[in-house]
């Protein structure tokens, strides 16, 4: 069977994702968003907990880095945390998209 390395199309697509996201913020008037309903949900790596945390998308603000640019709420308490594309699981980067409103300057 043929080895097939899927590490480049998945950091293509990691890559076309965060470039479409800031894309999207840096056209808004204050260059982020807040959301005050209807949050997106993520799944986010945190450096000070182990394992996975669900999460609300609280903010996104341009530049979103590997690091930075997205303020999350994990489900388990009342803290904010600031995280990247990196720390999220892949696809999350397109729930955030799909919340985004459109056309709004």
Known sequence: MKHE??????????????????EALRNLADKEYHWYADFPYVT????????????????????VTPHSGILIMPNEDNEYYEVGYNDLQFGDINGILDALPEGEE
């Open 5 to 22: 390395d899927f590490l480049q199309q998945y950091v293509a697509i990691l890559q076309q994702e965060d470039r479409v996201l800031n």
């Open 44 to 63: 986010a790596e945190l450096s000070n907990c182990q394992g996975h945390l669900d999460a609300k998308v609280m903010a996104a603000k341009y530049p």
